[in-house]
């Protein structure tokens, strides 16, 4: 597993962010089955700049907390059945791993929010990190009820991670 993370914001965190997103990473990643070594990109960033991606991605024009850029169209959520088939389009030529996407979070936005609810900011960042993998991995939450749905895999994913509300 490769996790690439770089942070450009210099809000500095009480807890080692990247270890704590490896874990989430590696987690959400069995949670879901996935049978192949995977590679993913996660961008630090703050407010400004994910709400210039935001805008730019997404045509809403404010800050949100994460964004995620899968590289796989699933044709059914973490279903990685079909993948081999096109090994050039999905893994990278030189490390063999599956190029799963890219997760940016504003850490600004994270902090406010871990604040809003009232538990840690390992939590939250945890939180984001899992609810991107699920992204990442082909669950979203357009349609009724889908959401709830990625509500539960989250909390089980953090569960696993003991990272519980509170």
Do not use: W
Not at 55 to 62: A, H, K, L, M
Not at 77 to 102: I, M, N, V, W
Not at 105 to 131: C, D, K, P, T, W
């Amino acid at each position: 597993m490769s996790v690439l993370i770089e942070k450009e914001t210099d809000t500095e965190l009480s807890f080692d962010c990247e270890a704590l997103i490896r874990a989430v990473v590696s987690e959400a990643l069995d949670y879901v089955g996935c049978p192949y070594e995977a590679a993913v990109n996660v961008l630090l960033t703050d407010n400004e700049a994910i709400r210039e991606m935001n805008r730019e991605y997404r045509r809403i024009d404010r800050a949100t907390d994460v964004l995620s850029f899968p590289l796989i169209e699933y044709e059914e959520p973490a279903d990685f059945s079909r993948l081999e088939e096109e090994p050039e389009a999905y893994f990278d030529p030189e490390s063999g791993e599956l190029l799963l996407g890219d997760i940016v979070i504003s850490l600004e936005r994270m902090r406010a929010q871990a604040a809003e609810y009232g538990h840690s900011e390992q939590r939250e960042l945890a939180f984001l990190v899992a609810h991107s993998m699920l992204h990442l991995s082909g669950y979203d939450h357009v349609e009724d009820g889908e959401r709830e749905i990625m509500e539960a895999k989250q909390e089980e994913i953090l569960q696993k991670l003991h990272l519980t509300r509170g």
